[in-house]
């Protein structure tokens, strides 16, 4: 049982730390657009939202992870319930919450949707029926159906996600590597043989050889002035 909460206080506290560093993001992204909106660049907004799939994407890793117990296995049970002020609730959801009333706990342990979200997912689920009364389709057959698609999809999603944690480390570990050569003596060595950039031409004297005239016969030769490479 000790083993059981102490898992159980380490998933939440880690939940926690995730859940504040992305509050704390999605603050900082308001602010600058209610404060920062004539300075501020497209680039960095995408970086910062950026910032906050990622923080997203991490918080649900944390969840999916083996490690962290069921949370919706666990009951949540209030034992006080008081109209009266209560600072440490207060304090804890930073004046959200003031206090734990009979008013507030309905919605605050609510585990049904809202009613105007339930009524209208009622209305959808009406829709589908009649849609499979007119095709004449068994409900029976069409519940087979819908758990067949479901279960085709939650598959290619784990493919999906397998994949693309596979792409991020190899993106990762190619990032870290040794660099084994230099892009600008690269681009320099193509321009010089592709283009001729920074090739010089230099008259040479040639020696005077028996048997010609005397007059001076002068050579030109291409010298290739370029940096070392690699």
Same mark, same amino acid.
């Given at each position: ?20 560093d ?14 920062e ?5 497209w680039?960095?907004f995408?970086?910062?939202?950026a ?6 994407n991490?918080?649900?890793? #944390?969840m999916?992870n ?5 949370l ?7 034992? #006080? ?16 919450? #003031?206090?734990f ?9 609510r ?12 209305q959808?689920?009406?829709r589908?029926s009649?849609?499979f009364?007119?095709l ?6 069409a519940q ?6 479901n ?6 999603l784990?493919?999906i ?11 990762t ?16 060595l193509?321009?010089a ?7 010089k031409?230099?008259?040479i004297?040639?020696?005077a ?20 490479f690699?």
């Open positions: 049982m000790q083993r059981e909460e102490k898992q159980l206080d380490a998933a939440l506290e880690a939940l926690l730390q995730r859940i504040n992305l509050k704390t993001s999605i603050r900082t992204l308001l602010f600058r657009l209610e404060n909106y004539a300075s501020l660049s680039p960095s995408l970086d910062s939202y910032v906050i799939s990622g923080q997203m991490t918080l649900l890793k #944390v999916k083996d490690k962290t117990p069921l919706r296995n666990l009951i949540v049970l209030p034992l #006080v319930l008081s109209p009266d002020p209560d600072e440490e609730l207060k304090q804890a959801t930073e004046g959200r919450v #003031v206090a009333s009979h008013d507030i706990t309905p919605d605050m342990l585990t049904k949707p809202d009613p105007d979200v339930e009524q209208r997912q009622n959808f689920e009406q589908a009649q849609y009364v007119m004449k389709v068994p409900p029976e057959t087979k159906q819908i758990n067949a698609l279960k085709v999809v939650n598959h290619v784990e493919q996600t397998h994949s693309r944690e596979d792409w991020e480390n190899e993106a570990v190619r990032a870290a590597a040794a660099q084994t050569c230099v892009t600008a003596d690269t681009h320099t193509i321009a043989v592709g283009l001729g950039k920074n090739l031409t230099l008259p004297a040639a020696p050889q028996p048997g010609m005239h005397s007059q001076n016969i002068y050579s030109f030769f291409l010298l290739i002035s370029v940096s070392p690699i």
